[in-house]
T-cell receptor
Framework: DQQVKQNSPSLSVQEGRISILNCDYT??????FLWYKKYPAEGPTFLIS?????DKNEDGRFTVFLNKSAKHLSLHIVPSQPGDSAVYFC????????????FGTGTSLTVIP | DGGITQSPKYLFRKEGQNVTLSCEQN?????MYWYRQDPGQGLRLIYY???????QKGDIAEGYSVSREKKESFPLTVTSAQKNPTAFYLC???????????FGEGSWLTVV
């Protein structure tokens, strides 16, 4: 039972354009959401997060949007750079789940120079 | 330099053998986690521990065992009961009052 879903396995974007990665969740108790970036054979690195009390959080080129009614979040990267090419995972947690984090299956982003 | 150290990076195991993956953190985090990554399946939780001497099963705990005797250490043993142990294993940790988990570099386990 996948509680966090990333329905696009891959995405290709031209350098300088916007990359939009999407994530859906099913558990309405989730109250914290995170995005991680992962290179092959390395551990994921934390990118950006958002609490359910907000609908937007921005950090440099990265912005995360949260739509609680749709149970949907997205990560915007603008402008996209070749170094952004990696697999991106979204994750969610709920205060009452004992520190458990649930991950999506990842979206592989390729930024074309 | 604070961080999470996993070892070994690459490990080969013969069928029927147990193997232990090491995870050490010097971040003073209370909670620690083990995840497994398989192609197309994202990260799946094996075990997690919120404090020393306490741990809980995750979604795919069968065939694995852990211990948490020290705050900084959370080793994972992959037993012979694990039917498909070949995977990339990730250890992570989190502050007690924090909302973000941080990962180590991962360990590749291959059964030969």
């Amino acid at each position: 039972d996948q509680q966090v879903k990333q329905n696009s396995p891959s995405l290709s974007v031209q350098e300088g354009r916007i990359s939009i990665l999407n994530c859906d969740y099913t558990n309405s108790m989730f109250d914290y959401f995170l995005w991680y970036k992962k290179y092959p054979a390395e551990g994921p690195t934390f990118l950006i997060s958002i609490s359910s009390i907000k609908d937007k959080n921005e950090d440099g080129r990265f912005t995360v949007f949260l739509n609680k009614s749709a149970k949907h979040l997205s990560l915007h990267i603008v402008p996209s750079q070749p170094g952004d090419s990696a697999v991106y995972f979204c994750a969610a947690s709920a205060t009452n789940t004992g520190n458990q984090f649930y991950f999506g299956t990842g979206t592989s982003l390729t930024v074309i120079p | 330099d604070g961080g999470i150290t996993q070892s070994p990076k690459y490990l080969f195991r013969k069928e029927g053998q147990n193997v232990t993956l090491s995870c050490e953190q010097n971040l003073n985090h209370d909670a620690m986690y083990w995840y497994r990554q398989d192609p197309g399946q994202g990260l799946r939780l094996i075990y997690y521990s919120q404090i020393v001497n306490d741990f809980q099963k995750g979604d795919i705990a069968e065939g694995y065992s852990v211990s948490r005797e020290k705050k900084e250490s959370f080793p994972l043993t992959v037993t012979s009961a694990q039917k498909n142990p070949t995977a990339f294993y990730l250890c992570a940790s989190k502050e007690t009052d924090g909302n973000t988990i941080y990962f180590g570099e991962g360990s590749w386990l291959t059964v030969v």
